[in-house]
T-cell receptor, first 111, second 112 residues
Framework: DAGVIQSPRHEVTEMGQEVTLRCKPISGHNSLFWYRQTMMRGLELLIYFNNNVPIDDSGMPEDRFSAKMPNASFSTLKIQPSEPRDSAVYFC?????????FGSGTRLTVV | ELKVEQNPLFLSMQEGKNYTIYCNYSTTSDRLYWYRQDPGKSLESLFVLLSNGAVKQEGRLMASLDTKARLSTLHITAAVHDLSATYFCAVDRAGSQGNLIFGKGTKLSVKP
């Protein structure tokens, strides 16, 4: 199994631009999670899906952030417009029966 | 609100010494997770503790869970440099799927 696959690994963008992060969960996992990691705030849960349906998006910082899961094998996290304070590492994780596997993360830098 | 607190946040050890990292959580949970993260890398699952009194060991690391005290410990025996990393505990609420809440992490540095 290739594990949870995230792309891109690194993204540098200018403030105001749209950024899309992508995640392919492990086949057969029915839950998908987006986390953000910063030095100041640690690991924060942004949103999670069960069976492709968003369950809890209370961690999404503001309306500039949106996430979709159109099918069981793909999810996106979009930031529009991006701001320097969005710079962080974004992790995607997938789960089956509460066993969580994390992707390698996307390091986002907004300049 | 579920809160997870780890201490210490920073730990500098000498090789060969023993130490314990503590993880307290604020509400009922039936699963506790320990992860390791190397700099610039993802989170690697170390242990999943499923019930009160659970103890798991892998090499020089041993984790335990006391659900009544809402406390988990990660004990390091005879530390070696390769154990240098950041260690996170995480908890999800009993009966829930998702909402895996992490502690701030303990950055461990093992020096010769």
């Amino acid at each position: 199994d290739a594990g949870v696959i995230q792309s891109p690994r690194h993204e540098v963008t200018e403030m105001g631009q749209e950024v899309t992060l992508r995640c392919k969960p492990i086949s057969g996992h029915n839950s998908l999670f987006w986390y953000r990691q910063t030095m100041m705030r640690g690991l924060e849960l942004l949103i999670y899906f069960n069976n492709n349906v968003p369950i809890d998006d209370s961690g999404m910082p503001e309306d500039r952030f949106s996430a979709k899961m159109p099918n069981a094998s793909f999810s996106t996290l979009k930031i529009q417009p991006s701001e320097p304070r969005d710079s962080a590492v974004y992790f995607c994780a997938s789960s089956f029966v509460r066993g969580y596997t994390f992707g390698s993360g996307t390091r986002l830098t907004v300049v | 609100e579920l809160k997870v607190e780890q201490n210490p946040l920073f730990l500098s050890m000498q090789e060969g010494k023993n130490y314990t990292i503590y993880c307290n959580y604020s509400t009922t949970s039936d699963r506790l997770y320990w992860y390791r993260q190397d700099p610039g890398k993802s989170l690697e699952s170390l242990f999943v503790l499923l019930s009160n009194g659970a103890v798991k060991q892998e090499g020089r690391l041993m984790a335990s869970l006391d659900t009544k005290a809402r406390l988990s410990t990660l004990h390091i025996t005879a530390a070696v440099h390769d154990l240098s990393a950041t260690y996170f505990c995480a908890v999800d609420r009993a009966g829930s799927q998702g909402n895996l809440i992490f502690g701030k992490g303990t950055k461990l540095s093992v020096k010769p």
